[in-house]
């Protein structure tokens, strides 16, 4: 008789990296405060927390001559065996040097303003499935191979956005140029680098007895959103903090080799950020 399978607890995780405005390097070896508990930085900038739960938590860097600068980010409930993870981009301004960073005009993208920066994403995750959801963002779906042996977990590599991209570009101005100061005033606004980027963060799938993990899907959402700064308006795509991203991994039977994905919401552990 086939043991019953004992999922691990839903888990919680945030990773994220933290960065210095005027020339992008990393901020190493820095405390990074959620909830008012601590852990540091690596030499890379970027940190990971786990052991969290589901809803709203506050993520702090309080740097000696920069602006503070504080996070809200949400994990969605998901359910045993499953992970809700949420990525985090923190960029640090000189204390002196946060001024008109508050728009005159927000409002949320429409469908076609992502059409139009989708390449950007796919360009980024070849072989990824990058679609346009009803409210203007870009979703990414992509399904990994995994092979281990039955019963072991799997330590695998998954992506997160960093940065933002926008219709308005470097390529397209020149410096003091409107649309250069649109992009300064936007970076510091969204907290976030010029430059849609993916990076890597190691992740650990827990084993289940008598099943074989063979890969895992990964979907993540981009938001997409308008900016106005002194009269012009630009359209900026990026991982916002609000929407987590979902890991499912596929287990397959021992005995029959059935696929057993649980829903779209599942995950597996978190290990290190690269």
């Known amino acids: 008789m086939t043991p019953p399978v004992v999922l691990p607890d839903a888990a919680y995780v945030i990773v994220g990296n933290v960065y210095f405005a005027k020339n992008g390097e990393p901020v190493a070896n820095k405390t ?55 990525n985090v981009e923190v960029v640090l301004y000189d204390a002196n040097d946060v001024a008109d960073s508050q728009p005159e005009q927000t409002a949320p993208g429409t469908p076609a303003q992502a059409e139009e920066l989708k390449g950007a994403v796919t360009s980024l995750v070849p072989g990824a499935a990058v679609t346009v959801n009803t409210n203007g963002n870009i979703v990414v779906t992509e399904d990994t191979p995994v092979s281990v042996a039955t019963g072991e977990s799997a330590t695998v590599n998954i992506e997160v956005f960093t940065g933002f991209n926008s219709n308005i570009t470097p390529a397209t101005t020149k410096a003091l140029t409107p649309g250069e100061i649109w992009l300064a005033s936007a970076s510091k606004y969204l907290n976030r680098t010029y430059g849609l980027q993916v990076k890597l963060i190691s992740y ?71």
């Open 32 to 86: 990074v405060t959620i909830d008012g508990g601590t852990i540091q930085t690596d030499s890379n900038g970027a940190f990971i927390k786990e052991g969290l739960t589901a809803g709203q938590h506050v993520v702090t860097v309080d740097l000696d001559g920069y602006a503070k600068v504080a996070r809200t980010v949400y994990l969605v409930a998901v359910q045993k065996g499953q992970t809700s993870l949420a």
């Open 204 to 274: 650990i799938i827990p084993g289940v007895l008598g099943k074989t993990i063979t890969g895992f899907k990964q979907t993540s959402v981009l938001t997409t959103e308008t900016l106005t700064f002194d009269g012009l308006t630009g359209t900026v795509i990026y991982q916002g903090t609000a929407n987590s991203y979902v890991i499912e991994p596929v287990y397959e039977s021992h005995d029959s080799h059935d696929a057993h994905g649980g829903s779209s919401n599942a995950g597996g552990g978190a290990g290190s950020a690269e």
